[in-house]
């Protein structure tokens, strides 16, 4: 069978496929009635795309269980993952093999994700990469988080509990436990377990000088003034 017969025999099932030249699905997918292909969609291999979920423009999966409801944005690569019921991943977001995310979660814009669970409720979505990590419910990852998971001999990882909030710019230094409910302060970098409903804070401090920027423009003129 063809692509485009292929392509036919869904449509003709009650899937929506919105541009059928410029989509491809493989012989071995599975697009439910109701699901919606948007432009430029590529489904390889056991790609299951369920009933009320979107899927494109610009969107490659590839043994990949998008659930019902669930949305993959624009300019996604996403391969050996399970999106959840009502979950929505994109734009621009990079799933590698054995990636979960849950019911409701949110991945976003420039995040990547390996070998990793992100709970039920939970948001990554800007700017991240989680690698070897599970993240439990009603977490917040701010933006630019990283997982720091290999050093350089092996892999290890990281346990983010439920309700826990990281803040922007925090790296977390496998092996770790974030605890549940904890806080981890912006710009912190984190090396030892978070106790559960605790504050970690890993930076240096700031050191404020009244008056400096002025000063040097000052002495930038006079150098100017002098040549």
């Known amino acids: 069978m063809s692509n485009a017969e292929r392509l036919a025999t869904l449509v003709s099932a009650g899937a929506r496929i919105e541009d059928p030249g410029t989509t491809h ?14 432009p430029f969609t590529i489904l390889e291999g056991r790609t299951i795309v369920r009933t009320g979920a979107v899927v494109g423009p610009f969107v490659r999966l590839v ?3 998008v659930g019902p409801g669930a949305q993959v944005l624009d300019h996604c690569l996403l391969r050996e993952s399970v ?10 977001t990079h799933l590698r093999p054995q990636s979960r995310v849950g019911e409701r979660a949110k991945v976003g814009n420039f995040v990547e994700l390996k070998k990793t ?6 948001k990554a979505q800007h700017l991240s990469y989680l690698g070897d990590a599970t993240v439990g419910p009603g977490v917040n990852i701010g933006a ?8 350089g001999v092996a892999k290890h ?6 309700g826990a909030f990281v803040g922007s710019d925090t790296t977390l230094v496998a092996p770790l436990t974030v605890g549940e409910g904890s806080y981890v302060a ?8 978070v106790p559960k409903d605790a504050l970690a804070l890993g930076r240096a ?9 002025a000063r040097r423009r000052e002495r930038a003129a006079d150098e100017k003034g002098r040549r």
């Not at 669970?117 to 939970?122: A, F, I, Q, T, V």
């Not at 630019?144 to 050093?151: K, L, M, Q, S, V």
């Not at 912006?186 to 377990?193: F, L, Q, R, Y």
Request: charge should be negative; glycine fraction near 12%; aromatic fraction near 4%.
């Open 25 to 38: 699905v493989s012989a071995e997918a599975i697009v439910e009635a109701g699901a919606v292909l948007k």
């Open 186 to 193: 912006a710009g912190s970098t984190i090396t030892e377990d």
């Open 63 to 65: 043994d990949v269980d």
């Open 144 to 151: 630019g988080t990283i997982t720091c998971n290999y050093d």
């Open 117 to 122: 669970s992100l709970g039920e409720g939970s």
């Open 83 to 92: 999106i959840e019921a009502g979950a929505s991943v994109g734009p621009f």
């Open 157 to 162: 990882p990281t346990r983010i509990e439920a």
């Open 205 to 213: 401090r700031q050191v404020t000088k009244p008056g400096w920027a």
